[in-house]
T-cell receptor, first 113, second 114 residues
Framework: KNQVEQSPQSLIILEGKNCTLQCNYTVSPFSNLRWYKQDTGRGPVSLTIMTFSENTKSNGRYTATLDADTKQSSLHITASQLSDSASYICVVNSKGTASKLTFGTGTRLQVTL | DGGITQSPKYLFRKEGQNVTLSCEQNLNHDAMYWYRQDPGQGLRLIYYSQIVNDFQKGDIAEGYSVSREKKESFPLTVTSAQKNPTAFYLC?????????????FGPGTRLTVT
């Protein structure tokens, strides 16, 4: 069964600090991996999409890494801001159509003063 | 929220009533999707449509129905047969159904059934 596991489940950090969120997956065959940011009560917004051949991708202060051999990804947030407080969802797409997405349960990040 | 609108944002219904959630997109996307989000769980696919007048069941289609009469619109009906309809419903679209294309999500509708 395809699965995506994220850790930690929740995280609290001080503004200005860095943090790293983890994603392990067992989806096969692999097509791409996506990270989404979801504010409370809102729809998810895409941060990055990485294919098998990409091992790092940045979007401003967000940097995602992918190790397709170990089936692990991470999302690193640099110099966190209060507006980074949200849930971060890892999504893995198996080959075929876009309907074959497996969603993680997310990491809830809270950035405090 | 990228050109996808969902209405209403909050919806309250009595048990036993059907209710229809609206989803409209102006991105000229061929593919549209409906997901359900429950606390502590990942998004789960209810229905998807890759082209007008065609749609397929997702992983949890029981108790739901959809139509795709126009490219821009993909309404979801939650029927009285859905045993646990209270949830946050998200609509999404992508250029087409190919896996490499990004899905854009709407703002969501929170449905509460009592």
């Amino acid at each position: 069964k395809n699965q995506v596991e994220q850790s930690p489940q929740s995280l609290i950090i001080l503004e200005g600090k860095n943090c790293t969120l983890q994603c392990n997956y067992t989806v096969s065959p692999f097509s791409n991996l996506r990270w989404y940011k979801q504010d409370t009560g809102r729809g998810p917004v895409s941060l990055t999409i990485m294919t098998f051949s990409e091992n790092t991708k940045s979007n401003g202060r967000y940097t995602a890494t992918l190790d397709a051999d170990t089936k692990q990804s991470s999302l690193h947030i640099t110099a966190s801001q209060l507006s980074d407080s949200a849930s971060y969802i890892c999504v893995v797409n198996s080959k075929g159509t876009a309907s074959k997405l497996t969603f993680g349960t997310g990491t809830r990040l809270q950035v405090t003063l | 929220d990228g050109g996808i609108t969902q209405s209403p944002k909050y919806l309250f219904r009595k048990e036993g009533q059907n209710v229809t959630l609206s989803c409209e997109q102006n991105l000229n996307h061929d593919a549209m999707y409906w997901y359900r989000q429950d606390p502590g769980q990942g998004l789960r696919l209810i229905y998807y449509s890759q082209i007008v007048n065609d749609f397929q069941k997702g992983d949890i289609a029981e108790g739901y129905s959809v139509s795709r009469e126009k490219k821009e619109s993909f309404p979801l009906t939650v029927t009285s047969a859905q045993k646990n309809p209270t949830a946050f419903y998200l609509c999404a679209s992508s250029i087409d159904g190919e896996s490499s294309y990004e899905q854009y999500f709407g703002p969501g509708t929170r449905l509460t059934v009592t």
